[in-house]
T-cell receptor, first 111, second 112 residues
């Protein structure tokens, strides 16, 4: 079945770049998403990439997609303490029309 | 106002009690979903509905039921709550198949 894998934890220092990685199994996914969940809050769409793209940049965020390897990454430049959150990778390959989520990567930013 | 509103935000209930979680959306979308989030497990789909007359089970529907009262309203019920249903529950809505999902703020449910 469909599956999305990501590492559970990442710790970086303020000002450094963060790279969160994700692998997925459904090659038919049309869109791939990154959601951000701050403590006590719901999921907020951070960015997304269409499956025929290799890269998407949006201010401090860069999404890289390697469709051959089914690998997606999110790079946050100049990471700030306010970026501390759980980041979920998701693909649009759900057979029930739903998104398939990874387990989430908890990003901790140290001053 | 939020696009997706869940009530209550927090709830503590006793084992065996029936409880309903409510969700309403202002996006005008047909598709609505209920997910459950557990630490280290990500989000798992409980039920989904593609329109008022269409309701389907997700991967973990046992012990839950839903009602789609209107296009904008989708409620989740626990018929007889048990402690392992303690979790964070999210309602979501989307427009097209596999498109961006808009989430509510979540309901933290504790079953004691």
């Amino acid at each position: 079945g469909e599956d999305v894998e990501q590492s559970l934890f990442l710790s970086v220092r303020e000002g450094d770049s963060s790279v969160i990685n994700c692998t997925y199994t459904d090659s038919s996914s049309t869109y791939l998403y990154w959601y951000k969940q701050e403590p006590g809050a719901g999921l907020q769409l951070l960015t997304y990439i269409f499956s025929n793209m290799d890269m998407k940049q949006d201010q401090r965020l860069t999404v890289l997609l390697n469709k051959k390897d089914k690998h997606l990454s999110l790079r946050i430049a100049d990471t700030q303490t306010g970026d501390s959150a759980i980041y979920f990778c998701a693909e649009s390959g759900g057979s029930q029309g739903n998104l398939i989520f990874g387990k989430g990567t908890k990003l901790s930013v140290k001053p | 106002d939020a696009d997706v509103t869940q009530t209550p935000r927090n709830r503590i209930t006793k084992t065996g009690k029936r409880i309903m979680l409510e969700c309403s959306q202002t996006k005008g979308h047909d598709r609505m979903y209920w997910y459950r989030q557990d630490p280290g497990l990500g989000l798992r789909l409980i039920y989904y509905s593609f329109d008022v007359k269409d309701i389907n089970k997700g991967e973990i529907s046992d012990g839950y039921s839903v009602s789609r009262q209107a296009q904008a309203k989708f409620s989740l019920s626990l018929e007889s709550a048990i402690p392992n249903q303690t979790a964070l529950y999210f309602c979501a809505t989307s427009d097209l198949w596999g498109s961006e999902a808009f989430f509510g703020q979540g309901t933290r449910l504790t079953v004691v």
